[in-house]
């Protein structure tokens, strides 16, 4: 079952979708989003340069950075009149990351979701559970915007309240669950807990993804919700979820090419590597308007297969992602960089900027712990002051970052030291 | 009249406690009282000894988050009501209280209580016009 004809198109035809698209989206780009221009200019790089596909390389990349410096909409490409809708994701600093869509950006993205809905065998008689937070985060109306365009009826749960969406499961009988795999073993759980059978709702799909799992982890929530389950990727930066999918498979995800190109390049150099060889996954948007970034570094660490899939598709597949190359970490699916928390960490002049965090898994559900210095020559020898100092840092990161840490006060000089990058992430989840 | 008191962070793990005091006892520092105000995470060490400043150098110098906190030392007889007594003047004199412990002289009926407030002046007005007798460093270290 597929969506659309550019899933099963032959090769050749895609070499020419996406050249046809790049040239066009090059041309809107060195128009329109200024820093980019000056970065083509910069390498003397013109989009008459840009004649097919096999031309990417000779663009300049994009990262986080430029994000940062753009804030918040410098690197649109169309006027503000055309944005119909903003989301924003957690960035390296203060300054989160800030992404922008056109009415026709809402169909491409409604369109690679419905692609993704389909190949998991739903259709418009299905009931989707949406239970990924709707706000800025763009996984809630990511999902409800495909799941919409699909015309599958639409339930935007959100997250939260267990008891609740359990309720709503079983009354209004869902048989498309999207949410992180997380918390799809905490439903599983609460299930459990309560003496309900799985088998008694009519939930046969879950569509999971927003932070990494294993074989192990879908196995299991396979087998204790009685579903079967579709890993789901994508990032802000490139449209939200809906760049690639999974289909019957279950071996890797379709990239939804016709709309972001993938290559994989080596993360030190910026050389392109070989389809099959592991590296840093680069993409290219080339249908989108507001915010079509060229060659933009995901950080995630996969490698592409152009094998031929049995379900009939010849979108190239990704693997899950297997690692990052940089310290970004994902907890409950928020995207948190220590450098976010050191900056709250620098507002305190009672502490030194010397920090680890501990991420762990109780049950199913990631923790985080910051422990912190103590600035021996600044501490107060009184309890309530020393509590009333974590508690005002702890509100401080909560509200940075989005989600809940334990904040431990430790000694002076008692943090490892090293010379050079300092190891401040102990990350003992064993995912 | 204030005393030296020292007052240490000290993190809750398991012999920290032991390896603080060993140091203390290899500078031949006598600790006169202590008191431990501990959270789950960590704990405050409160120490009157008979050389703060030695006391104080030394822990720094083994990396310990150690500094000096001015606080009360009062003189009470062992008896009940005694300790009542001095709480009340500084209740009365609406003066709060952050913490407080006590010991007992070595020799004859005597007891110390340390106070800690926010505001020194004002406690030790308080405490010296209801009669409260308030020692010294030299009394308290050499007691």
């Known amino acids: 079952m597929y969506w659309d004809k550019n899933e099963t198109i032959s090769r050749d035809e895609m070499h020419q979708i996406q050249s046809q698209r790049l040239i066009k989206t090059v041309d809107h780009v060195y128009r329109n989003m200024i820093p980019y221009r000056k970065k083509m200019d910069a390498m003397g790089v013109l989009p008459g340069d840009i004649k097919s596909i096999d031309d990417l390389c000779k663009l300049p990349f994009t990262d986080k950075e430029d994000l940062a410096q753009n804030y918040p909409y410098g690197l649109f490409a169309v006027p503000m009149d055309d944005v119909v809708r903003i989301h924003a994701s957690s960035g390296t600093t203060g300054r989160q990351k800030v992404v922008g869509y056109t009415r026709e950006d809402l169909e491409v993205w409604g369109n690679v ?21 709707y706000g800025l985060f763009t996984g809630g109306l990511g999902a409800h915007g495909g799941s919409e365009t699909v015309g ?25 669950i999207c949410c992180t795999p997380s918390y799809a073993l905490y439903i599983a759980e609460t299930l459990e807990a309560e003496g309900i059978d799985p088998s008694t709702l009519s939930l046969r799909t879950g569509f999971l993804g927003a932070e990494p799992w294993t074989e192990n982890m879908r196995r299991e929530i396979e087998k204790r919700l009685g579903i079967t389950t579709r890993d789901i990727y994508g990032l802000s930066e490139i449209i939200g979820p809906g760049v690639s999918f999974e289909c019957s498979e279950q071996s890797g995800l379709h990239v939804n090419e016709d709309h972001f190109v993938p290559e994989i390049v080596n ?152 010379e050079g990058k300092a190891k401040r992430i102990l990350d003992k989840r064993s995912i | 009249m204030l005393i030296d008191q020292i007052s240490v962070f000290i993190a809750n793990k398991h012999g920290r406690l032991a390896e603080l005091t060993d140091i203390l006892s290899s500078a031949q520092i006598d600790i006169r009282a202590l ?55 500084l209740a009365k ?20 209580v340390i106070l800690r ?4 002046d004002a406690a030790v007005a308080a405490l010296a016009a209801g009669g409260v007798k308030l020692l010294s460093e030299t009394d308290v270290y050499r007691l």
């Open chain 1, 267 to 418: 993360p030190d150099t910026g050389e392109p590597l070989p389809v099959g060889t592991a590296g840093e996954l680069v993409f290219t948007c080339i249908t989108k308007k507001a915010f079509p970034l060229i060659r933009y570094r995901t950080h995630d660490v996969c490698r592409l297969s152009a094998e031929p899939c049995s379900c009939g598709r010849t979108l190239i597949k990704m693997s899950k992602p297997a690692g990052r190359t940089d310290d970004m970490l994902i907890i409950r699916g928020v995207n948190v960089f220590p450098s976010q928390i050191e900056s709250v960490l620098l507002e305190f002049d009672q502490t030194a900027p010397y920090y680890m965090l501990i991420v762990d898994r109780q049950g199913v559900l990631d923790t985080l712990e910051i422990q912190v210095e103590l600035a021996s020559e600044k501490f107060s020898d009184s309890v309530k002051d020393l509590e009333a100092l974590s508690r005002d840092i702890r509100r401080n990161i909560e509200s940075t970052l989005g989600i809940a840490a334990k904040v431990t006060l430790v000694e002076p000089h008692t943090l490892p030291r090293s």
């Open chain 2, 93 to 112: 004199a609406d003066i709060p209280v952050e913490y407080t412990y006590a010991f007992l002289s070595p020799r004859g009926a005597d007891a110390c």
């Open chain 2, 117 to 120: 407030v926010d505001d020194n």
């Open chain 1, 113 to 133: 979701m419905a692609r993704t809905f389909t190949a998991g065998g739903v259709t418009k008689s299905d009931i989707g559970h949406i239970s990924y937070g």
């Open chain 2, 35 to 89: 008191s431990i105000a501990d959270t789950a995470d960590f704990g405050v060490l409160r120490l009157i000894v008979n050389d703060p400043a030695k006391a104080v150098e030394v822990l720094k110098s083994n990396n310990v988050t150690a500094k000096l906190t001015k606080v009360i030392a009062a003189r009470l007889d062992d008896c009940p009501g005694a300790l009542a007594s001095v709480l009340n003047i």
């Open chain 1, 152 to 176: 599958c009826t639409t339930v935007p749960v959100s997250v939260g309240n267990t008891k609740r969406q359990i309720q709503i499961l079983q009354d209004f009988g869902c048989t498309f």
